[in-house]
Structures are given as structure tokens and as C-alpha cells.
Antibody, heavy 120, light 111 residues
Framework: QVQLQESGPGLVKPSETLSLTCTVS????????WSWIRQPPGKGLEWIGY???????NYNPSLKSRVTISVDTSKNQFSLKLTSATAADTAVYYC??????????????WGQGTLVTVSS | QSALTQPASVSGSPGQSITISCTGT?????????VSWYQQHPGKAPKLMIF???KRPSGVSNRFSGSKSGNTASLTIFGVQAEDEADYYC???????????FGGGTKLTVL
């Protein structure tokens, strides 16, 4: 059974970089697309971007200037960096897998989510 | 404001059928049969319920059904049960803004 687990600081200071890692277990990171999705408290879901195991990426235009998603196939992990964080970036951050042979809207496995608060 | 429009809430009694709408534009829902639906219980990660408009992943009850007409996709739950009470989000491929857009979410209350 594939499992995803987010990890990283739960508190980030304004203007600093938010960094998270998603560790994939129970399956290989290869041959799949992997995404980051976030959810501000009490609000809806927002797609941040995705990365293919080969390293190609696509980002939400509203965040593109501040986001970098990278992959480390040797560790079965992929990561998110969001620079110049503000209070508006406070959210639960989820990592998710795009289904094999699926489209980029088909997320079949999700991490449990991790709350990141941006505050001084 | 979300790219896809959903009603904030819907409700139904056990055994009734309910439908949640998801309205987009010609840049997403109308053009692409790439709409999925997610169920999210409080404090939990979303769960894929429908993909490609009307396909169900293995293990999802056949009480859940998806459809599309023009700019609007819909999720219907037949014979709603107490365990279906949750937030539901639609999601579509899009080209005008971002590749993936979500609706604002609909809270289903089972009376």
C-alpha cells in the first residue's frame, strides 16, 4: 500500500522560505506525477504544482514566481520550497500522487497533511 | 475566488438523492472530460470519488455518480447515508490559468 508522509517545520517566519518534503513508501516514485496541494484553515483546496519523476515541473501561475518543486528518486522523496512566505501561505499542505495512466486531476493517494503557520 | 463554482452547502435526508454542481468555463469543464470529485471528512485528507467525469475508482460505492453538461459538472449521491456527510470538491483540468483548478467546496449535511 502506497503511503505519503509530509515533513517540515510547522512554523515559518514571514519573508522566509517554507520547505516541505514528502516521503513515499510502499511503492516507487518513478513513472508517476507528484503534486503539492494546500488548504488554508476553513477554506478550499489550491493546487500548487506537480513534478514528474524525471524532474519536469508545472506550477500554479499565481505561485510560480515563488515555488520550486524538486524530486530525489534515490530517497523516494519530493520537496516543496515556497519563498517570501506571508500569512496568506498559512495552510495545511498535502502531497499527493497522480494515478498511474491517469490525468493530472486524478490524485489517488494523499499524505495526511501538515499545517504550516507563517507568523513571527 | 475559486475557478470553479460550487454551492456552499447542500442537504438531504437519509435515503434521498442529492446533486452537487460545479460550474466552470470553456477553458476547463466545457472543453475537457477531466473532472474529478473529492470527498473530505473533517481533519482528513481528500479522497478521490470520481475521475474523468463519471468513472469510479475501485472501492468507491456505486451510489456516487458523475456527469457533465456544457460548463457544469455534477456529482450525484444516490441514497445518501450519514457517512456521506463531508465536504466535496470538484477539480478540473484547465488551460486559461492553471493546469489544475478546484471548486470552492460544498458541505453536505445529512439531516
Amino acid at each position: 500500500q502506497v503511503q505519503l508522509q509530509e515533513s517540515g517545520p510547522g512554523l515559518v517566519k514571514p519573508s522566509e522560505t517554507l520547505s516541505l518534503t514528502c516521503t513515499v513508501s510502499g511503492g516507487s516514485i518513478s513513472r508517476y506525477y507528484w503534486s503539492w496541494i494546500r488548504q488554508p484553515p476553513g477554506k478550499g483546496l489550491e493546487w500548487i504544482g506537480y513534478i514528474y519523476y524525471s524532474g519536469s515541473t508545472n506550477y500554479n501561475p499565481s505561485l510560480k514566481s515563488r515555488v520550486t518543486i524538486s524530486v530525489d528518486t534515490s530517497k523516494n522523496q519530493f520537496s516543496l520550497k515556497l519563498t517570501s512566505a506571508t500569512a496568506a501561505d498559512t495552510a495545511v499542505y498535502y502531497c499527493a500522487r497522480v494515478a498511474e495512466m491517469g490525468t493530472v486531476t486524478e490524485f489517488d493517494y494523499w499524505g495526511q497533511g501538515t499545517l504550516v503557520t507563517v507568523s513571527s | 475566488q475559486s475557478a470553479l463554482t460550487q454551492p456552499a452547502s447542500v442537504s438531504g435526508s437519509p435515503g434521498q438523492s442529492i446533486t452537487i454542481s460545479c460550474t466552470g468555463t470553456s477553458s476547463d469543464v466545457r472543453t475537457y472530460n477531466l473532472v474529478s470529485w473529492y470527498q473530505q471528512h473533517p481533519g482528513k485528507a481528500p479522497k478521490l470519488m470520481i475521475f474523468d467525469i463519471n468513472k469510479r475508482p475501485s472501492g468507491v460505492s456505486n451510489r456516487f455518480s458523475g456527469s457533465k453538461s456544457g460548463n457544469t459538472a455534477s456529482l450525484t449521491i444516490f441514497g445518501v447515508q450519514a457517512e456521506d456527510e463531508a465536504d466535496y470538491y470538484c477539480c478540473s483540468f484547465a488551460t486559461s490559468s492553471t493546469f489544475v483548478v478546484f471548486g470552492g467546496g460544498t458541505k453536505l449535511t445529512v439531516l
